[in-house]
């Protein structure tokens, strides 16, 4: 397994050893590597089917192949999410005097990618990395309320719920998508409340959540509608920067 992993990565590198040679031949990648040719036949017919190689039809030569390109991009995505939202977060953190989370999909959880502290001494925090299952938390609720419908149906079928839980949760999902926000008590920590909204970027992709970490017992009317509307305020301004259409 380890072998033909690095055979594949020498045939990647080969591919784009030079930028005045976007087409290789067999024969040619064969000879760079020093393998087989049946050895490398079989090593791209694999890496073309998962798109990491592509071949022109015209010259039966290889290229690299576009999957790079998407995996490139959504890191790309992702580190400029990051780099974008945190100022948004400091600001947020300031004005409401809360612990302040940014989550992104992650399979059937989301994961923690980055976290402003409460500038109070008693507040909730929760860890970088952590992995929540989808169906806890304000957060992840509202990911769901607002990703394409069938991708959210096919993380609910997989998520170790009750049909009874999904079916409430489903429900829950449309008064979120109604309000535009999420807001939920003791889901994961007894205690504890969350309030959330969306981040929503270019081709209305939602790219993951903004919430609101607080104690429970502070929370009156007022304060939660005043922490409401930061929060959505909050999510918007970084749906804007990272590509929303307005």
Same mark, same amino acid.
């Given at each position: ?134 169906? *806890? =938390?304000?957060?992840? $609720?509202? %990911?769901? @309320? ?8 096919? !993380?609910? &079928? ?41 981040? *929503? =970027?270019?081709?209305? $992709?939602? %790219?993951? @959540? ?8 502070? !929370?009156? &009317? ?25």
């Amino acid at each position: 397994m380890v072998q033909s992993i690095d055979r594949a990565m020498q045939i990647i590198h080969i591919l784009t050893s030079d930028d005045h040679k976007p087409n290789w031949s067999i024969s040619e990648i064969a000879e760079q590597a020093e393998l087989p040719l049946s050895t490398v036949h079989r090593l791209l017919r694999s890496l073309t089917n998962y798109g990491l190689v592509a071949q022109v039809p015209e010259t039966k030569q290889y290229k690299i192949g576009l999957t790079w390109m998407e995996i490139g991009l959504k890191l790309l995505e992702n580190m400029d999410f990051r780099s974008v939202a945190r100022p948004v977060m400091e600001k947020l953190a300031q004005e409401v005097q809360e612990s302040i989370y940014l989550n992104m999909l992650s399979g059937i959880n989301s994961i923690i990618i980055e976290r402003v502290d409460s500038p109070l001494k008693v507040r909730m925090t929760d860890n970088l990395g952590e992995r929540i299952p989808m169906n *806890i =938390g304000a957060a992840n $609720k509202t %990911m769901l @309320a607002f990703m394409n419908p069938i991708d959210a149906k096919r !993380i609910m &079928d997989k998520l170790l719920i009750s049909e009874k839980k999904k079916k409430e949760l489903t429900e829950q999902l449309s008064e979120v998508q109604k309000k535009g926000y999420a807001v939920s008590y003791g889901e994961k920590t007894e205690g504890t409340a969350s309030i959330a909204a969306p981040i *929503i =970027g270019f081709d209305q $992709k939602v %790219m993951g @959540a903004i919430s609101i970490g607080v104690l429970s017992y502070s !929370i009156t &009317d007022e304060r939660l509608s005043f922490l409401i509307d930061k929060v959505i305020e909050a999510a918007e301004e970084i749906s804007l920067q990272v590509g929303k259409t307005p």
